[in-house]
């Protein structure tokens, strides 16, 4: 028998928790053609288990169907082995949901209804992300002052108290301690967090920005590390290490 190159690689499993059955077949069906091996649940807490018990490699989970507790849901997902470095991108027909989901551990944001090619160029970029993530570091670590930043445990860790950070996150940080006090613009941070061919708005960019601070300012000694300067973008303060 002959096997095609697309056989002989392991396909991707891709769960969808959505309840919108017929917009997801639709999905279901291009995920198929295009060599991935899609599952969908319409039932959250059943969804839930199968991830839970049986991890995919991305997760695509729209708010809709349990938004007063979608944000908890995510953070508890982002929370657990191994979940947490899986790829998570969060839909929704609202685009005001877009921060708190990103800041809730979400990889990406999508807005609903959204073409095809879209989210499966997506799908794509968030795989490969997720591909690079595991690839070791030299020394696997950053000094920042007296904050180490673990680059494979997304951690930063300061006089015993850590915090947790996400892969964006952590890449982001990476990219301005390695350039302290210098001023990094928008299109640098981007281009170090993000790949080349994925589309990235600025606002995303300081959803992170953001969420980095607030998670920086739990520590013992630190408060304003993060420096924006107006209209171009970002430096580490070097004053406050």
């Known amino acids: ?16 928790l959505d309840e919108d059955r017929v ?17 969908q649940w319409d039932n959250i807490e059943k969804g839930l288990q199968e991830i839970r018990s049986n991890p995919p490699d991305l ?60 989210i499966l160029s997506r799908i794509r970029t968030l795989l490969r992300r997720n591909k690079l993530q595991v690839r070791p570091e030299k020394e696997g670590k950053i000094k920042i002052g007296d904050l180490i930043l673990f680059l494979d445990e997304k951690e930063v860790h300061q006089k015993g108290t850590i ?42 960019l300081d959803v992170h920005i953001c969420s980095i601070r607030k998670k920086l300012k739990t520590l013992p000694f630190q408060t304003s590390l993060i420096v924006t300067h107006r209209g171009f973008g970002y430096k580490l303060d070097t004053f406050t290490l």
């Open 59 to 118: 997760l695509i989970f729209d708010l809709h169907p349990v938004e007063k507790e979608a944000f908890q849901i995510i953070q508890d997902l982002k929370a657990s082995e191994p979940l947490k470095s899986i790829p998570l991108m969060i839909s929704s027909s609202s685009r005001d949901k877009m921060v708190q989901s990103l800041e809730s551990g979400g990889d990406d944001f999508i807005l609903k209804p959204f073409g095809i090619q879209e």
């Open 23 to 39: 917009s997801m077949a639709t999905l279901r069906d291009e995920l198929r053609k295009n060599h991935f091996e899609p599952s």
């Open 163 to 204: 915090i947790q950070l996400t892969f964006t996150e952590t890449k982001i940080l990476k990219a301005l301690a390695e350039k302290p006090g210098m001023v990094l613009s928008r299109e640098q941070l981007i281009t170090s967090a993000w790949l080349e061919d994925q589309i990235v708005e600025e606002q995303n």
């Open 1 to 16: 028998m002959i096997l095609t190159e697309a056989s002989q690689v392991q396909k991707k499993k891709i769960y969808i």
